[in-house]
């Protein structure tokens, strides 16, 4: 997920939340890797040290990394709570899951209609931005956006060759499928 790469140049004072304020990093690149499910390999695929997760010989490097252990706080913490606290400040902020199917984009958003899963940081950060807005003075503005994109294979006109299209459907929209 998204939320790597520092100001050319840029300072690293100690905190996320100071990177974010500061504005020496605009953008920050976290990977989450999920514990395997029954049925699927025994030996993790990926290897991770510190800031890198290793996949066979090549290794990819990103600003944090949570292991398998990492429960939604850590990651809400870490990545969001940050966020959260910018947008206070006015600034803008956007925070993304993005991987391939299976590989725990909706576990760790928390958009699972399961009643048992733990919150994600969506649910976190809509509950956070509310519970601050409740105590400051005044009237406070929330403007919200929930989208998902799709890559979308379809076929040829000949039904043969297919082709990947991208669909963007706006969750927050009325009669959105």
């Given at each position: 997920?998204?939320?790597?790469?520092?100001?050319?140049?840029?300072?690293?004072?100690?905190?996320?939340?100071?990177?974010?304020?500061?504005?020496?990093?605009?953008?920050?690149?976290?990977?989450?890797?999920?514990?395997?499910?029954?049925?699927?390999?025994?030996?993790?695929?990926?290897?991770?040290?510190?800031?890198?997760?290793?996949?066979?010989?090549?290794?990819?490097?990103?600003?944090?990394?949570?292991?398998?252990?990492?429960?939604?706080?850590?990651?809400?913490?870490?990545?969001?709570?940050?966020?959260?606290?910018?947008?206070?400040?006015?600034i803008n902020a956007t925070f993304l899951a993005y991987g391939q199917t299976g590989s725990g984009k909706t576990h760790t958003m928390g958009t699972s209609a399961s009643d048992g899963a733990a919150r994600g940081a969506l649910h976190r950060a809509v509950a956070d931005v509310f519970a601050r807005a409740q105590k400051q003075d005044g009237q406070t503005t929330v403007n919200v956006s929930f989208m998902e994109i799709f890559t979308l294979q379809k076929a040829g006109r000949d039904g043969q060759n297919a082709r990947n299209s991208e669909e963007v459907r706006d969750l927050l929209a009325l009669g959105t499928p």
């Open positions: 997920f998204c939320f790597a790469m520092p100001d050319e140049g840029a300072a690293y004072p100690v905190s996320a939340r100071q990177r974010v304020r500061d504005g020496s990093v605009r953008v920050r690149v976290a990977a989450r890797v999920r514990p395997l499910l029954p049925g699927e390999a025994s030996e993790p695929v990926a290897q991770v040290a510190g800031t890198v997760i290793s996949v066979g010989q090549t290794g990819f490097a990103f600003d944090h990394v949570f292991g398998e252990e990492a429960g939604q706080e850590a990651v809400y913490k870490e990545c969001v709570e940050p966020l959260v606290d910018a947008a206070f400040e006015g």
